[in-house]
């Protein structure tokens, strides 16, 4: 990606799929140009929390709602050190933020940070291009960037693709750190970071937990080095086909019988740890109103999520893995694609989604509570062993 940050109000934008369709619009945020996987988000609040999410690592997001920017931006809801998507793409932005927390516009943080942004497109046409036919790569030329429509296609089409990206270790931190227990520790939380999140910790450090963020190369020795009561693995970015590592440490801590849970990403290693597939969704669930069935209790729980990929589990039926019996405990109401798994001869289960809702719903923090239950029941000289 290459930006410059001058001009941003004036200069003609194009977007260009690597299918040829081309959209037309004004720079919005950084002037330059900018690749990645063209994708779309249905949520109508919570744009910080998008742009800072590290799933989003080498991904344009495309916002559905109409109008972004409205509430400008704060220095309390960013989930990350800095914004992670490679380009955004807006139909009206606001012109004036007007929120009492906000301290800048959309448009001067990224700017400042260095984000190319198309913006004056009609969203509502490509999201349904992106449905028809599938995420694609994308590049957004802003500035001298925009030149014959044909150089920007092969740009385009030349750059690299999601299937088979690794890409957990380019998002997580390099140095392990601890998030302290609200209150009363009750509990020791390791947390193999795979592109988390910062309100999850925080969610688990509200019950009384401590955790633990360890880098994505963390072994397992690393992992039990600091005697957890329980294993949580992160949200990330990239194709969970190429995570034989963090499976392998997964697949350590099932081999100790510790309580487990893993979110979004850490839902597809848990997958593979039991030995099912992963595959890559058309064109993927991401935004803050996804209707999800807890299998376990009937209920409908709106969501939040951000995935292009998801696990390849039985339906239907209690499966035999290595760890003993797994069935799906979670599954999409839009399109049945498996939104959790758990394992029923050990604690350790997975959900697809975001339940720590920044942004989105609240519908999903029972599962935290979950967690700690299972932290609650389960010996832990035993699960040390």
């Not at 999140?197 to 880098?215: C, D, F, S």
């Amino acid at each position: 990606m290459t930006t410059s940050t001058r001009g941003a109000a004036k200069a003609p934008a194009v977007l260009v799929l690597e299918d040829g369709r081309i959209f037309r619009g004004r720079a919005y945020g950084a002037v330059g140009e900018t690749f990645g996987e063209a994708v779309f988000s249905t949520g109508m609040t919570g744009y910080q929390e998008t742009l800072t999410d590290p799933s989003y690592h080498r991904q344009v997001v495309v916002m559905t709602a109409p109008h972004v920017g409205n509430t400008g931006v704060n220095d309390e809801d960013p989930e990350s050190s800095r914004i992670w998507v490679s380009g955004y793409v807006v139909r009206d932005p606001a012109r004036v933020p007007s929120n009492w927390r906000s301290r800048r516009s959309l448009d001067e943080e990224l700017v400042a940070q260095g984000v190319v942004g198309i913006s004056g497109v009609d969203t509502r046409a490509l999201t349904r291009h992106l449905r028809e036919r599938g995420a694609m790569r994308v590049g957004i030329f802003s500035g001298e960037a925009v030149m014959d429509d044909a150089v920007l296609l092969a740009k385009v089409q030349d750059a690299p693709q999601m299937k088979g990206a690794n890409l957990s270790a380019e998002v997580a931190t390099k140095e392990a750190y601890v998030v302290p227990a609200i209150g009363e520790k009750k509990f020791t939380v390791a947390a193999v970071d795979l592109g988390i999140k910062g309100m999850t910790p925080q969610r688990m450090a509200e019950r009384g937990i401590e955790v633990h963020v360890l880098p994505a190369t963390a072994t397992v020795e690393d992992v039990y080095a600091v005697e957890p009561d329980g294993v949580f693995f992160s949200n990330g970015p990239g194709d969970p086909a190429t995570a034989d590592h963090a499976v392998s440490v997964m697949q350590g801590v099932l081999a100790r019988k510790t309580p487990l849970f893993g979110i979004c990403f850490g839902n597809q290693i848990l997958g593979r740890a039991l030995g099912f597939g992963t595959y890559k969704l058309k064109y993927g669930h991401r935004g803050i109103n996804q209707p999800v069935q807890d299998r376990t209790t009937g209920k409908v729980e709106i969501t939040a999520h951000n995935h292009g990929f998801a696990v390849d589990a039985p339906l239907d039926k209690v499966s035999e893995t290595p760890f003993g019996r797994a069935e799906v405990s979670h599954l999409c109401l839009n399109d049945n694609v498996v939104e959790g798994l758990q394992l029923l001869d050990q604690p350790a289960f997975s959900v697809q989604y975001h339940p720590e809702a920044a942004a989105g719903p609240h519908d999903a923090a029972y599962l935290f509570d979950r967690f700690t239950s299972l932290m609650n029941t389960v010996p832990m000289e035993a699960e040390r062993a």
